[in-house]
């Protein structure tokens, strides 16, 4: 394996990561900043009541998302097996 395979297929790893974890992560973002202003406007400073709508809203995109998720993960795996058992 040369030193561009091995920068391709850790190349090819990060944007998979990227990719997977971009929803939940814009989710869980969005849900807090939405939660943080509310809090800020009625001064209620509630612990729960920004981990719990995050918890089921990623729960919910787990849901939605998993199969693609585990589709992209696989496609990924499987290239690498057959990489490496053509070596």
């Known amino acids: 394996?040369?030193?561009?395979?091995a920068l391709s297929i850790f190349k090819d790893a990060i944007w998979?990561?990227?990719k997977l974890s971009a929803?939940?992560?814009?989710?869980?973002?969005?849900i807090g900043l939405v939660i943080a202003i509310f809090q800020a406007a009625t001064?209620?400073?509630?612990?729960?009541?920004?981990?719990?709508?995050?918890?089921?809203?990623?729960?919910?995109?787990?849901?939605?998302?998993g199969s693609w998720m585990l589709t992209n993960?696989?496609?990924f795996f499987?290239?690498?097996?057959?990489?490496?058992s053509g070596l």
């Open 43 to 65: 001064q209620i400073h509630e612990q729960t009541m920004t981990f719990v709508p995050k918890i089921i809203a990623i729960a919910l995109l787990l849901i939605i998302l």
């Open 78 to 84: 499987t290239s690498l097996v057959n990489f490496v």
């Open 1 to 5: 394996m040369t030193q561009g395979e």
């Open 73 to 75: 993960l696989s496609d």
């Open 23 to 30: 929803p939940l992560l814009i989710v869980s973002i969005v």
């Open 16 to 18: 998979l990561i990227l």
